[in-house]
Nanobody, 120 residues
Framework: QVQLVESGGGLVQPGGSLRLSCAASGFTFISYGMSWYRQAPGKERELVAA????????NKANSMKGRFTIPRDNAKNTVYLQMNALKPEDTAVYYC?????????????WGQGTQVTVSS
């Protein structure tokens, strides 16, 4: 079955960096785009960044442009979220997402989430 396992979260000071990882299994990773979302307390889940199956295009929400990148390693079935110049407002649980064709419709799969806390 589809599994997405995030890692790399933690506590970081403002201005610092973190790299999140999402290890994928149970589907043909190279065939699908991948995304990162985040959810802060009391707020809706929001898109952080997305990357196509080939890695040839990315999409980042405006507040993350210039600070976050979303590389992928198809040989390792892993997508990353490199976060630089972190701000307290980046504090949230970060989720990896894959939207996979199930034969009759698209289905969203989510990891368990990893907590990122930006604080001094």
């Amino acid at each position: 079955q589809v599994q997405l396992v995030e890692s790399g979260g933690g506590l970081v000071q403002p201005g610092g960096s973190l790299r999140l990882s999402c290890a994928a299994s149970g589907f043909t990773f190279i065939s699908y785009g991948m995304s990162w979302y985040r959810q802060a307390p009391g707020k809706e889940r929001e898109l952080v960044a997305a990357i196509s199956s080939s890695g040839g295009s990315t999409n980042k929400a405006n507040s993350m442009k210039g600070r976050f990148t979303i590389p992928r390693d198809n040989a390792k079935n892993t997508v990353y979220l490199q976060m630089n110049a972190l701000k307290p407002e980046d504090t949230a649980v970060y989720y990896c997402n894959a939207r996979i064709w199930g034969g009759d419709k698209w289905r969203d799969y989510w990891g368990q989430g990893t907590q990122v806390t930006v604080s001094s």
